[in-house]
């Protein structure tokens, strides 16, 4: 399955909590995804919502005894990439650079010494690979 970015770019802030709660379980019940959701709406507008993304190809009904479960079209990394790739668009200009110095720099990203060397081997073999 290919993903259209822009399917993924046009969703509310609560579709993207929403897909955030199914992702995070791997599969979800309109009942599950209402309790992951903080100041959640009632369980009739989550079923809906969930409806709204199963329309927009976001994710799949799948029937589970008497109970649907919701499951996403697309794989989480596939989703990550696409995000990715809209952030680095929207607040760096495409620079993965200025990205990249933004998370390291800042005090919250308390990096240990094996994701420095993590990176950095990475960083090498980029290099080595004419990149």
């Known amino acids: 399955n290919r993903m259209n970015t822009e399917r993924i770019e046009h969703l509310s802030r609560r579709e993207r909590q929403i897909m955030d ?13 209402q309790e992951a959701l903080e100041d959640a709406p009632s369980y009739s507008s989550v079923r809906t919502l969930l409806g709204i993304l199963v329309d927009k190809g976001h994710l799949k009904r799948v029937k589970d005894e008497t109970k649907y479960r919701y499951e996403p079209v697309f794989a989480r990394s596939q989703v990550a990439k696409t995000e990715l790739n809209r952030v680095l668009r929207t607040f760096f ?39």
């Open 21 to 33: 709660a199914v992702y995070e379980r791997g599969s979800a019940t309109a009942h599950e995804v």
């Open 93 to 131: 200009k495409g620079s993965v650079e200025t990205a990249v110095l933004t998370l390291i720099s800042e005090s919250e990203a308390n990096l240990t010494r094996d994701e420095l060397a993590r990176i950095e081997t990475m960083i090498q073999k980029a290099k080595e690979n004419g990149r």
